[in-house]
């Protein structure tokens, strides 16, 4: 058995925006709340023994600073943001009410139509978004090394990412699968084929609650 390259994938931190319901993708960002700091600061304490070698990240704030956090507990200066991995622009969407309009197959199906209509018109398709992001995961897969390798991105590009390495459905990680803020997922390649280590693992923040 062969071993390839070993990713670790977290969703960053809760958001100003995030506790306030508000929809913000690729166009608009919002600092980590206070939660969000402290969802980091576990996370970066649960990784601290992973060996970790590399650190990626969305270009955008929310993911960098959560990337940060993580990197000084782990030991890791360096952040490498990869413009492939910021997160879907919305267009007109951003700043709305998530409830309505978000990424998790859970607003209602009557605006779904709507949404998209409007997304595909201001802000960006979804084909270019799967596209990009497939980009940004064949420049990752270059780095060949021992230990692992950390990404810190959103939602959809999580989704995305997941979607490019195991099937071609993005909508399925996209909506039936949870991405918490800061939950750790890890995967790995094993003889040129990839599996599934953790999924979502959030036990390293059971003391903030829910």
């Given amino acids: 058995m062969s071993i390839g390259l070993r990713w670790i994938l977290v969703r960053h931190g809760d958001t100003e925006w995030t506790e306030k319901k508000k929809l913000h993708g690729g166009r608009f960002d919002s600092p980590l709340s206070s939660r969000g700091r ?14 970790i070698k590399f650190i990626f990240s969305s270009p955008q704030g929310r993911a960098l600073q959560t990337a940060e956090i993580i990197g000084e507990s782990v030991g890791v200066d360096l952040i490498q943001p990869v413009d492939g991995f910021r997160e879907l622009n919305f267009g007109l969407l951003e700043g709305g009410p998530i409830l309505n309009f978000g990424p998790d197959g859970t607003a209602p199906k009557v605006l779904k139509p709507f949404a998209t209509i409007l997304r595909n018109l201001t802000g960006e398709s979804e084909k270019r978004f799967i596209d990009r992001v497939r980009e940004g995961v064949a420049q990752l897969q270059k780095h060949q090394q021992d ?3 950390l990404i810190v991105a ?3 590009v999580l989704s995305a990412i997941m979607a490019s390495l195991f099937n071609g459905d993005a909508k399925h ?10 939950g750790i997922t890890k995967i790995q390649e094993v003889d040129g084929r990839w599996e599934m ?3 979502d693992d959030v036990h390293h923040l059971t003391e903030l609650g829910r």
């Fill in 197 to 199: 280590i953790q999924q």
């Fill in 147 to 149: 230990g692992w390798i």
């Fill in 38 to 51: 402290k969802q980091a600061e576990l996370t970066g304490q649960a990784l601290v023994d992973e060996n």
């Fill in 173 to 182: 990680w996209l909506e039936n699968v949870k991405w918490s803020p800061c």
């Fill in 154 to 156: 959103h939602w959809g």
